[in-house]
């Protein structure tokens, strides 16, 4: 599995730890360090089965600055993968991703029954 993330957000290290304390292994990656590309955001996208939307950082300065709110019902997918592959800063973090699901946020109860 795949965790990404930004190690200065405090609901990824929550998540981390969450893993790490159930010993569930995986490869962890700073997710502005190396950002999600537009191919690995339509995979994770189209594994995931939620809308687009889902992917963002409603809570971000970035996103804010650049008015998505507004600006994302008009996109197409396509458009707003560019947007989200430009700046790991808007992607909802952590992702979880593993062979046939990808999580966004923690939500511990939503980890607990995809991976316990």
Same mark, same amino acid.
């Given at each position: 599995?795949?965790? #990404?993330? +930004?190690? %200065? $957000?405090?609901? $990824? ?9 159930? @010993?569930?292994? *995986? ?10 590309? %537009?191919? !690995? ?7 995931? @089965?939620?809308? #687009? ?6 809570? @971000?300065? %970035? +996103? =804010? ?5 507004? =600006? ?18 808007? #992607?909802?973090?952590? &992702?979880l991703? @593993?062979?046939? *699901? &990808?999580?966004?946020? *923690?939500?511990?109860k939503?980890? !607990?029954? %995809?991976? $316990?």
């Amino acid at each position: 599995m795949l965790f #990404v993330e +930004y190690p %200065k $957000c405090s609901t $990824c290290r929550k998540a981390k730890k969450w893993l790490e304390d159930r @010993g569930i292994e *995986f490869e962890d990656r700073h997710i502005v360090e190396e950002n999600p590309t %537009k191919e !690995e955001l339509k995979a994770w996208l189209d594994k995931s @089965g939620m809308p #687009v939307k889902k992917f963002f950082n409603t809570s @971000g300065m %970035k +996103y =804010r600055e650049l008015g998505l709110k507004d =600006r994302i019902p008009a996109m197409s997918e396509d458009e707003a993968l560019e947007i989200l592959a430009s700046d790991g800063m808007l #992607v909802k973090r952590p &992702v979880l991703a @593993g062979e046939d *699901f &990808v999580l966004t946020g *923690f939500r511990e109860k939503e980890w !607990e029954e %995809k991976l $316990c």
